[in-house]
């Protein structure tokens, strides 16, 4: 039973472009949920996280958006930029609990 | 210290053989996570620690797998009788507290043949 999924196994898009990339979960006790960027050979970095009680969370370049309501989440980065390309993976957690991550978008920024 | 280090970076060993991993958290950090992640799939959580306690294990810790954290610092995780289902990296990461952000090692790409 995947808690967080990313419908979206790859994604590209042109530089200077905005990337949308998508997150869904079902479990409505999630209250914590983030975004870790990940570059081959390299453990996962930290990006941008949100509280359940935002809906918006901004952090230069990127924007993560929350709708608890459709459980979902989505990571703008704007303008994309070619050293963007990596691995997304959405995550989520309960303020107590380890870190659930879904499958991972790989996200391409063509120059 | 500047993050959480993780040895050796790959490991390649033959099916049915032992192997021992070994990962250094952030210094002042008490929980200590590990993860497994394979090909197309994000990290799955494994184990965890607060200090030298292991407080969780996954169902996909099977017997042949055990991991310590005796002194509340650096911990090992050691996979017995190897199969080629193993092969995957293995993943360390580390947090001060249960409500704060996880920092993850390199990793151990592990390949069993």
């Known amino acids: 039973d995947q808690q967080v999924k990313q419908n979206s196994p790859s994604l590209s898009v042109q530089e200077g472009r905005i990337s949308i990339l998508n997150c869904d979960y079902t479990?409505?006790?999630?209250?914590?949920f983030l975004w870790y960027k990940k570059y081959p050979a390299e453990g996962p970095t930290f990006l941008i996280s949100i509280s359940s009680i935002k809906d918006k969370n901004e952090d230069g370049r990127f924007t993560v958006f929350l709708n608890k309501s459709a459980k979902h989440l989505s990571l703008h980065i704007v303008p994309s930029q070619p050293g963007d390309s990596a691995v997304y993976f959405c995550?989520?957690?309960?303020?107590?609990?380890?870190?659930?991550f879904g499958p991972g978008t790989s996200l391409s920024v063509i120059p | 210290d500047t993050g959480v280090s993780q040895d050796p970076r790959h490991k390649i060993t033959k099916r049915g053989q032992n192997v021992t991993f070994r990962c250094d958290p952030i210094s002042e950090h008490n929980r200590l996570y590990w993860y497994r992640q394979t090909l197309g799939q994000g990290p799955e959580f494994l184990t965890y620690f607060q200090n030298e306690a292991q407080l969780e294990k996954s169902r996909l810790l099977s017997d042949r797998f055990s991991a310590e954290r005796p002194k509340g610092s650096f911990s090992t995780l050691e996979i017995q009788r190897t199969e080629q289902g193993d092969s995957a990296m293995y993943l360390c990461?580390?947090?001060?507290?249960?409500?704060?952000?996880?920092?993850f090692g390199p990793g151990t790409r592990l390949t069993v043949l």
């Open positions: 995550a989520a957690k309960t303020s107590y609990d380890k870190v659930i």
């Open positions: 990461a580390s947090s001060p507290t249960s409500g704060s952000i996880e920092v």
């Open positions: 479990n409505s006790m999630f209250d914590y």
